[in-house]
């Protein structure tokens, strides 16, 4: 499993990529993670995180400035994981 970004992560199977969320711990200490969405590809994942968290901002916001102020932050933090991953894919390993 991958983390993300803050409570987000990425898991996968044989059959599907999955977006978890962070949900506590149990009585033991253990993380407990949900199953937010199930996906074909790592980028529909990205894409699911993305608008998760434009949803929890729009939610805890009360004007249009501060939403769009982070909404570009979110933006360019899915924009740089995604430009990662297409370096990797292309050969390079730059960080």
Not at 33 to 41: D, E, L, R, V
Not at 58 to 85: G, H, P, Y
């Amino acid at each position: 499993m991958i983390k993300i970004y803050d409570k987000y992560y990425i898991d996968s199977d044989k059959y599907s990529y999955q977006v978890m969320k962070e949900q506590g711990t149990d009585k033991n200490g253990n993380t407990i993670y949900k199953a937010i969405s199930y996906h074909n590809n790592f980028y529909e994942c990205i894409d699911k995180i993305l608008t998760l968290k434009q949803r929890e901002v729009v939610a805890n916001c009360s004007d249009l400035k501060t939403v769009l102020f982070e909404f570009r932050m979110l933006n360019d933090e899915m924009q740089s994981v995604l430009n990662q991953i297409k370096n990797i894919e292309s050969g390079g390993m730059k960080k």
